[in-house]
């Protein structure tokens, strides 16, 4: 099966606190992408990054990171120093049925308190 | 703008009444997707459209759903007959390629069935 899966509903933090967004995923391919979207309240889905599978280099922007470990298929985001307008549903995705769709996993939800 | 327009952004129906969404993809995009959002739920994916392709209507529930784009541009969802399942929020991505490249979502036509 090709599946994201992300445990986590919800999680709530306070400002300034390092927050990690779990994502594992089931894929057949031997090579593939990994996308996170963000989803704010406004609910337009907002691209944040792409990993390719061969790639599996940590990569930081700003205050957001990504780790990818091929060998337990996770790619897991963290945002450190969390602010306010971090609070948002965060997608996990794979591109499955031969790459005409994107997968998503069921979010998750999180939110920032001052 | 620039970005994916949908509508309408809100649509209440009775059960049983016939619905059209349309969704405006940003200019040159041949990738054309619909996703439908179920309250406190992932993205379920509905079609794809590439190019002049024949459509992936896999992800459509039933024969009570259909979409066309034309001209290679807007996509209409029709929803015939709607059951009160069908509540949800209907979500319209385009790419410039596939689902492999970075969706860009519209904001979502909100549909309620009484």
């Known amino acids: 099966a090709q599946k994201v899966t992300q445990a986590q509903t919800e999680i709530s933090v306070v400002e300034k606190e390092d927050v990690t967004l779990d994502c594992v995923y089931e894929?057949?391919?031997?090579?593939?992408?990994l996308f996170w979207y963000k989803q704010p309240p406004s609910g337009e889905l907002v691209f944040l990054i792409r990993?390719?599978?061969?790639?599996?280099q940590n990569e930081i922007s700003g205050r957001y990171s990504w780790n990818f470990q091929k060998s337990t298929s996770s790619f897991n985001f963290t945002i450190t120093a969390s602010q306010v307008v971090d609070s948002a549903v965060y997608f996990c995705a794979l591109p499955t049925g031969g790459g005409n769709k994107l997968t998503f996993g069921t979010g998750t939800q999180l939110k920032v308190e001052l | 703008g620039a970005g994916v327009s949908q509508s309408p952004s809100n649509k209440v129906t009775e059960k049983g009444k016939d619905v059209e969404l349309r969704c405006d993809p940003i200019s040159g995009h041949t990738a054309l997707y619909w996703y439908r959002q179920s309250l406190g739920q992932g993205l379920e994916f509905l079609i794809y459209f590439q190019g002049n392709s024949a459509p992936d209507k896999s992800g459509l529930p039933s024969d009570r759903f259909s979409a066309e784009r034309t001209g290679g541009s807007v996509s209409t969802l029709t929803i015939q007959r709607t059951q009160q399942e069908d509540s949800a929020v209907y979500l319209c991505a385009s790419s410039l390629t596939s689902s492999t490249g970075e969706l860009f979502f519209g904001e979502g036509s909100r549909l309620t069935v009484l």
């Open positions: 894929t057949r391919d031997t090579t593939y992408y």
């Open positions: 990993r390719n599978s061969f790639d599996e």
